[in-house]
């Protein structure tokens, strides 16, 4: 039961244009959703978290929105950088269960210069 | 920032010796660690939760003989794969939960032969 869900597995966007990634969660009973950047063979890098009573947090060029009518969160990056190029994994953090993370499968971005 | 020290990057042991993976929060103190497998093209699944000064918590389907986990002090946990198999190969992770965010260990790789 994928209880966050990162429906795309890869995405190439072009140097300077906007990258946006997706995830979908089932469960409503998150606290708040977290952005992680990956490189192989290394651990998750935090980039941006957004808490479930909020729509939206930017921190410079990354923008994470939340809707939770849809259950749905993006992160936007811009303007995308051939550096950005990784996994990025969403996490969504359950109340009261400690500060556990469940992820999603994880999407690759390919920022192409 | 908070670092959290994962150790040995890369190990490569025999079918049926056992391997420990250490790790350490550098610069706060983590009462809760979690550990983390990920198998290639896959999410982070949680296998357990390390309680310092009690027994871990392991999610459904770990084995909790097999992954020995000792969250002695308020700085370290470890995570023993014992009777090692090929098919526990994997890269493996751990964190440790600060204020809003959690951080990750560098990874293990571990290849069983």
């Known amino acids: 039961d994928q209880q966050v869900k990162q429906n795309s597995p890869s995405l190439s966007v072009q140097e300077g244009r906007i990258s946006i990634l997706n995830c979908d969660y089932t469960?409503?009973?998150?606290?708040?959703f977290l952005w992680y950047k990956k490189y192989p063979a290394e651990g998750p890098t935090f980039l941006i978290s957004i808490s479930s009573i909020k729509d939206k947090n930017e921190d410079g060029r990354f923008t994470v929105f939340l809707n939770k009518s849809a259950k749905h969160l993006s992160l936007h990056i811009v303007p995308s950088q051939p550096g950005d190029s990784a996994v990025y994994f969403c996490a969504a953090v359950p109340y009261n269960q400690g500060g556990k993370l469940i992820f999603g499968q994880g999407t690759e971005l390919s920022v192409k210069p | 920032g908070a670092v959290v020290s994962q150790h040995p990057s890369r190990v490569i042991c025999k079918s049926g010796t056992s391997v420990k993976i250490e790790c350490r929060s550098l610069d706060f103190q983590a009462t809760t660690m979690f550990w983390y497998r990920q198998f290639p093209k896959q999410s982070l699944m949680l296998m357990a939760t390390?309680?310092?000064?009690?027994?871990?918590?392991?999610e459904q389907g770990v084995e909790k003989d097999k992954f020995l986990i000792n969250h002695a002090s308020l700085t370290l946990s470890t995570l023993t794969v014992t009777s090692a198999h090929p098919e526990d190969s994997s890269f493996y992770i751990c964190?440790?939960?600060?204020?809003?965010?959690?951080?990750f260990g560098q990874g293990t790789r571990l290849t069983v032969v």
């Open positions: 964190s440790a939960r600060g204020k809003t965010e959690a951080f």
């Open positions: 390390s309680n310092e000064g009690s027994k871990a918590t392991y």
């Open positions: 469960n409503s009973m998150f606290d708040y």
